[in-house]
Nanobody, 128 residues
């Protein structure tokens, strides 16, 4: 079992940047496909980005493509989400999620139902 703790959220002006971190404990991070999701007030949870266990495969939601970058450092058991050119519509609670995968699986997943472990979330607020 893996435990996930997000950090790095905060208040930023439109056009600014933030870097979210997701620290994992309990098991080696390399055993997991990792994802970032978000939930804005009154809206459903939304996929943001995902990265395969080796870091070679990444996918992004169309709404963040070109502005956000997901990365991972398995040695530091941390996954990052670099968010640039932030917009007010990026305001949400951001969640890190993990999906255990076998050694041969370097793929990525965009459905939240595919992830079994979640962090508590970190608030990102973008002011206009």
């Amino acid at each position: 079992q893996v435990q996930l703790v997000e950090s790095g959220g905060g208040l930023v002006q439109a056009g600014g940047s933030l870097r979210l971190s997701c620290a994992a404990s309990g098991r080696a991070l390399s055993n997991y496909c990792m994802g970032w999701f978000r939930r804005a007030p009154g809206k459903e949870r939304e996929f943001v980005a995902a990265i395969g266990r080796s870091g070679g495969n990444t996918i992004y939601a169309d709404s963040v493509k070109g502005r956000f970058t997901i990365s991972r450092d398995n040695a530091k058991v941390t996954v990052y989400l670099q968010m640039n050119s932030l917009k007010p519509e990026d305001t949400a609670v951001y969640y890190c999620a993990a999906r255990p995968v076998p050694l041969w699986d370097v793929g990525v997943r965009r459905s939240g139902d595919d992830y079994g472990y979640w962090g508590q979330g970190t608030q990102v607020t973008v002011s206009s």
